[in-house]
């Protein structure tokens, strides 16, 4: 059975940090490209960062040069250490695993990230 865990999530001030934590189980997690995806209220789910299956990284613009992901394939995890944070960055983050060539494609329960005095 496939289970993506976020945790790591909660309340924080801006200015301040966060790491993220998703553990995989139920399918090859080096074989997966890893991403963070978040939802605020309102608005559409949005690509955050990606780590491919060889640790290429790419960000989206508005979180670049303050987040980092990364993964630990002998512990089946993707993290997102995030910095600077700002009000909105305030959302749900989704962990996502994805293969394209099988055409796979699992998500997480979300981690609630709320960024606030």
């Known amino acids: 059975q496939v289970q993506l865990a976020e945790s790591g999530g909660g309340l924080v001030q801006p200015g301040g940090s966060l790491r993220l934590s998703c553990a995989a189980s139920?399918?090859?997690?080096?074989?997966?490209?890893m991403s963070w995806y978040r939802q605020a209220p309102g608005k559409e789910r949005e690509l955050v960062a990606t780590?491919?299956?060889?640790?290429?990284?790419t960000y989206s613009d508005s979180v670049k040069g303050r987040v980092t992901i990364s993964r630990d394939n002998s512990k089946n995890t993707v993290y997102l250490q995030m910095n600077s944070l700002k009000p909105e960055d305030t959302a749900v983050y989704y962990c996502?695993?994805?293969?394209?060539?099988?055409?796979?494609?699992?998500w997480g329960q979300g981690t609630q990230v709320t960024v606030s005095l």
């Open positions: 996502n695993a994805r293969r394209y060539d099988l055409d796979q494609n699992y």
């Open positions: 139920g399918f090859t997690f080096s074989s997966y490209v």
């Open positions: 780590i491919s299956t060889f640790g290429r990284t």
